[in-house]
């Protein structure tokens, strides 16, 4: 299924919860559920002096249309970036900010459970995070000249609104 409007997908994500969200995105947009494979395709630049990977529709320098992905605790991460490279092949201008500035969770760290992870939280609040998601919105705006922009967040991202 090829993902045509943005709407119906960012509906879903955000009347249905955070997890079953990520679901019906993934599915829509023909990855299934769980690790992807491959090497991500876009690239990491900063806007608004915020560290971002990016992904551009193939063939298309000046997308209309544009979706923020709002990151677990890992932050940018392949299987994010491969989450929005599907999106970009799907038509969109995708864009992963950091949400940490650098200090998110490393995945090593949160096997071996040597992190604290509710003193991480304490630090990367919803409210902490605001200002890059607008920041974003703002580059994506009045930079790249997106006219429809969505979101769509897994676990910590979930509870980000626009």
Not at 6 to 15: E, H, L, M, Y
Not at 114 to 143: F, Q
Request: glycine share 10%; aromatic share 10%.
């Amino acid at each position: 299924m090829n993902v045509q409007e943005p709407r119906t997908v960012f509906r879903a994500v955000f009347r249905c919860g955070t997890y079953y969200g990520v679901i019906v995105t993934e599915r829509l947009l023909n990855g299934g559920v769980g690790p992807r494979r491959g090497d991500p395709k876009g690239e990491i630049k900063q806007i608004n002096n915020i560290r971002a990977y990016i992904a551009h529709p193939e063939g298309d320098e000046k997308p209309n249309k544009a979706v923020i992905l709002l990151s677990d605790i890992f932050g940018i991460f392949p299987n994010r970036q491969l989450v929005a490279d599907a999106f970009a092949a799907n038509g969109y201008l995708a864009v992963l900010p950091d949400l940490f500035n650098g200090d998110q969770v490393n995945i090593g760290d949160y096997d071996a459970k040597t992190i604290d992870v509710g003193a991480w939280l304490s630090r990367h609040t919803v409210d902490d995070v605001a200002s890059i998601v607008e920041a974003t919105i703002e580059h994506l705006r009045t930079v790249l000249y997106v006219q429809k922009v969505a979101a769509a967040g897994y676990c910590f991202g979930g509870k980000v609104r626009l």
